[in-house]
Structures are given as C-alpha cells and as structure tokens.
C-alpha cells in the first residue's frame, strides 16, 4: 500500500511557475516509479512526467522543456516544477506510484491546476 498527498497546486497566469508535491506514506525508491497524471475536463487522463527507482525520467511531448520532475528521496517526496505554463496546462494533477513495470495502482486525490490567459 502506498498513500499519496498532493500539495501546490492553485491559479497562476500564463507564464506562470508552479510546484507540486506529492508526500508518499513509504520510500519511494521502494516502487518501481512515480509519476504525475493530469485529466482535464472532457479529456482522458494523461501521463505528463515520471521518475522510475533508478532516476530515469520521461515526459510527455507536451511538457518536454517546461515541467521537471524531481525528488526528495529522504522526504518521500516527488515533485512537478512547472514553467512557463499555459492555459491548455489546466487540469487536476494527480500523483501515482507504479509498483510493477506497467499498472499505477496508487493514487493522491488530486490537485487543481488553473492557468489563466
């Protein structure tokens, strides 16, 4: 079992900067990754970044170049630093931790990310 906590998210403006949390209840180099999901309305969940155990990290096209994904090993903590933000970045944020190579099966409740143009 693994719980997850998002923090950080809220309205910024085009342009913007923002950082999110996400504090796991275990070691995270204990799971196979963690990643960042978004889903905004009307549109179907989508991996924007993840970190596997051995700091291989992947991002989707869409963020390559603006969203970094790091982590605080001692703290349990993943992070998303989100830059240069843009109005189709809005959506909930959600945390998750793979334990095999394939399925998330963890999740955090979610965090809202408004960019306003």
């Known amino acids: 079992q693994v719980q997850l906590v998002e923090s950080g998210g809220g309205l910024v403006q085009a342009g913007g900067s923002l950082r999110l949390s996400c504090a796991a209840s275990?070691?995270?180099?204990?799971?196979?990754?963690m990643g960042w999901h978004r889903q905004a309305p009307g549109k179907q969940r989508e991996l924007v970044a993840a970190v596997s155990s051995g700091e291989m990290r992947n991002y989707a096209d869409s963020v390559r170049g603006r969203f970094t994904i790091s982590r605080d090993i001692a703290k349990n903590t993943v992070y998303l630093q989100m830059n240069s933000l843009k109005a189709e970045d809005t959506a909930v944020y959600y945390c998750?931790?793979?334990?095999?190579?394939?399925?998330?099966?963890?999740w955090g409740q979610g965090t809202q990310v408004t960019v306003s143009s």
């Open positions: 998750a931790a793979r334990l095999g190579p394939t399925n998330w099966g963890y």
């Open positions: 275990r070691s995270i180099l204990s799971v196979n990754a």
